[in-house]
């Protein structure tokens, strides 16, 4: 079902990518999208999606509420990977439109006496301010309000509100649908919604002189409005109420009561806009607080700054001044200074001592590097428009095919580093592939589970589904564990970094020093999240409070500023280490940068409590801790691999340039 749906909207990127290269076309689209034209009269049919609270945040399905169902019965709306790993559950719904046609008090359905099961659960939802999510043309209902002097927009609108211990449901919905006149672009013959859905006119078909319309916009005001039951009797859906029905958003009329049915109605009115179809999206993705994302790239850049400072004090006046005293004397001169000299030149012979598991390491180093690649990548491609939140689901789809076609990155850099480690040792390369191709998927597997245990207990649509689960097992054993294998197998054959200088058989005794050595690999992490914390803060109330990410192109900055400001960091603290006389820096260089992951996991916990106070039920919280330990441990890897192969060159540079026996 997902993969026709995304094979679908590559039929018709590619269509639209051939008539491109003939003609210019004016106004921007956004990719996978196209304008759908409606004439006067034509159908437009509004779809549901899964019902969503920022209290719970746990999704349920449209219908599992007492709603008016759709005549042809419920069917369901080709879905991709990323819409079903969100939880996004597309439906059809019995509200429907004609283009242009402005209808007044439709009556749509009178359910059946509600029964216990469902006047609890009713009241459960309304209590966890569960939001009901419409879309029309791929746009998502939007409802404006005003509080205390502030002009707020929402997607979606409540369930119902509760007043004074009684519960109310909101059972009229007042939609406006904003319209634009088509005006022809030079891509011939493509016309498609968002949704897949491509209509190519034959070309014998004859033009018509109308022109047509495009929505523009879509916006709901939903009211709880009281019915005269006695006034339903024989009256057929979509026909219109007999009395005359009063919207009025700040009062109550339609209780909710066990035993007694909820009826439900609507007005659609259409205007027109001056919104072009290519701006339709700009009320959905208006950048608030820009100036606090240029704040977050200037407090990166001062950072940067100030390590940069350090490290070329560190090349030029102390290293560089170093070496040229030393290969100014001869051999004997040398062999003295040495016996006078302390610092990083003593462990000269044991500074590429291997480390302790150094399979891990080489395991937890390539795994970084496919996170990194991949998170790279993807927010390249949403920052020029590629992964848009007009194609719903295209930002995770595109990070997990990212992820396992890079599996040959992870397998090359396990390998490689391996071979580096042995001494140009082939043996066991597949074993280093193999476990580097489990690692990070297992791990997250195994929260995924647990995650979705927790969602099955309460019956949610976030949980995914089975064949969902075999589809990712599919992927990653048919597709990213042999990419994998043939990226190890090529660094068999690659060179590997040879060691400049001869390891002692007796390691050196390192002093001791006055404070842990692993307090200032912890605290080296405070500067990569100094550089991260702003954005972070709007990626969790993108995640979590419901918002719309869309300022990929601040993100893109910050990550490359983030891997600038690690690597300085594990530059700076394993130098200091080797200053110390202390040669285990393997995974101290680790972890001085990926131990940021630390103080993101601190953040989360610390939005948890303060940002989150609604956050309702054991379920949740562990949801949400659940998915927050899946990205720390991404942010570690990415983070921890960036600062490692750093300290990695610079060792090998720094060594490379002394003369020894």
């Given at each position: ?360 390491l080489c395991i937890m180093v390539a795994d970084g590097c496919r996170i990194l690649a991949m998170g790279i990548a993807s927010i390249f491609f949403a920052a020029l428009g590629f992964m848009s939140p007009a194609s719903r689901g295209t930002l995770i789809t595109g990070m997990l095919l990212f992820y396992v076609l890079l599996g ?176 285990r820096w393997w995974w101290k260089s680790f972890f001085a940068s990926g131990s940021v992951a630390l103080y993101i996991f601190l953040y989360s916990i610390n939005y948890l409590v303060f940002d989150l106070k609604s956050l309702s039920g054991p379920v949740s919280s562990m949801l949400y801790l659940g998915y927050s330990l899946f ?31």
């Amino acid at each position: 079902m997902g993969f026709s749906n995304t094979f679908k909207i590559l039929i018709s990127v590619s269509i639209s990518i051939s008539c491109l290269s003939l003609e210019t076309v004016n106004g921007y689209y956004l990719p996978g999208s196209f304008p759908h034209r409606y004439f006067v009269g034509d159908q437009l049919f509004v779809k549901v999606n899964s019902l969503t609270s920022i209290d719970t945040e746990i999704p349920y399905g449209y219908y599992t509420l007492p709603f008016c169902k759709p005549l042809q019965g419920i069917k369901d709306s080709a879905e991709n990977l990323g819409e079903l790993l969100m939880g996004d559950r597309i439906e059809n719904s019995p509200y429907r439109f004609n283009m242009y046609k402005n209808e007044s008090e439709i009556f749509l359905c009178e359910t059946n006496p509600l029964s216990s099961e469902e006047f609890k659960t009713l009241r459960k939802r309304i209590d966890d301010m569960y939001q009901v999510n419409l879309n029309l043309d791929n746009l998502p209902a939007i409802r404006y309000m005003q509080r205390d002097g502030l002009f707020l927009r929402w997607t979606g609108y409540p369930v119902g509100i509760k007043v004074q211990d009684a519960y109310y449901v909101f059972n009229h919905l007042k939609f406006t649908v904003l319209v634009h006149k088509y005006e022809h672009s030079n891509v011939a013959g493509v016309i498609g919604t968002a949704d897949a859905k491509e209509l190519i006119r034959p070309a014998n078909e004859t033009a018509t002189t109308e022109e047509g319309y495009v929505v523009v916009g879509f916006e709901v005001v939903p009211c709880s409005v009281k019915h005269d039951l006695s006034l339903l009797k024989n009256i057929e859906p979509y026909s219109k109420y007999p009395s005359t029905i009063k919207c009025d958003p700040v009062s109550v009329g339609m209780r909710v009561t066990e035993g007694k049915p909820i009826s439900y109605t609507y007005d659609v009115s259409f205007v027109m806009s001056d919104i072009k179809w290519p701006s339709r999206w700009d009320a959905y993705l208006k950048m608030e607080g820009s100036n606090v994302h240029w704040f977050s790239i200037l407090n990166s850049l001062m950072v940067i700054t100030f390590l940069a400072g350090i490290v070329l004090v560190i090349f030029l006046r102390t290293i560089r001044r170093d070496l040229a005293r030393y290969e100014e004397l001869d051999k004997e001169a040398q062999v003295q200074m040495t016996e006078e000299l302390s610092g990083w030149k003593l462990v000269v012979n044991d500074v590429f001592r291997s480390p302790n598991h150094p399979q891990l390491l080489c395991i937890m180093v390539a795994d970084g590097c496919r996170i990194l690649a991949m998170g790279i990548a993807s927010i390249f491609f949403a920052a020029l428009g590629f992964m848009s939140p007009a194609s719903r689901g295209t930002l995770i789809t595109g990070m997990l095919l990212f992820y396992v076609l890079l599996g040959i990155i992870a397998g090359y850099s396990a390998v490689w580093l391996w071979r580096t480690l042995s001494t140009g040792e082939r043996r066991g390369w597949f074993s280093v592939s193999w476990r580097v191709a489990c690692f990070f998927p297992g791990i997250s597997f195994l929260i995924l589970i647990i995650i979705n245990l927790l969602l099955w207990g309460s019956h949610s649509t976030g949980a995914i589904p089975f064949t969902t689960f075999l589809i990712l097992i599919l992927l990653w054993f048919g597709i990213s564990v042999p990419l994998t294998l043939i990226g190890g197998f090529m660094a068999t054959k690659a060179p590997y970094l040879e060691y400049p200088v001869r390891i002692n058989q007796i390691p050196r005794e390192i002093r001791a020093q006055k404070f842990p050595s692993w307090l200032l690999v912890l605290g080296a992490g405070t500067l990569p999240f100094g550089t991260l914390f702003i954005e972070l803060f709007f990626i969790m109330s993108s995640l979590w409070l419901g918002r719309v990410y869309y300022v990929f192109g601040f993100l893109f900055v910050v990550v490359i500023l983030l891997v600038m400001v690690c690597a300085e960091v594990s530059l700076v603290v394993t130098y200091m280490h080797l200053c110390v006389e202390d040669w285990r820096w393997w995974w101290k260089s680790f972890f001085a940068s990926g131990s940021v992951a630390l103080y993101i996991f601190l953040y989360s916990i610390n939005y948890l409590v303060f940002d989150l106070k609604s956050l309702s039920g054991p379920v949740s919280s562990m949801l949400y801790l659940g998915y927050s330990l899946f990205m720390v441990i991404a942010v570690m890897l990415a983070t921890g691999a960036v600062g490692f192969l750093t300290s990695l060159f610079f060792v090998h540079r720094l060594f490379s340039s002394v003369k020894i026996d």
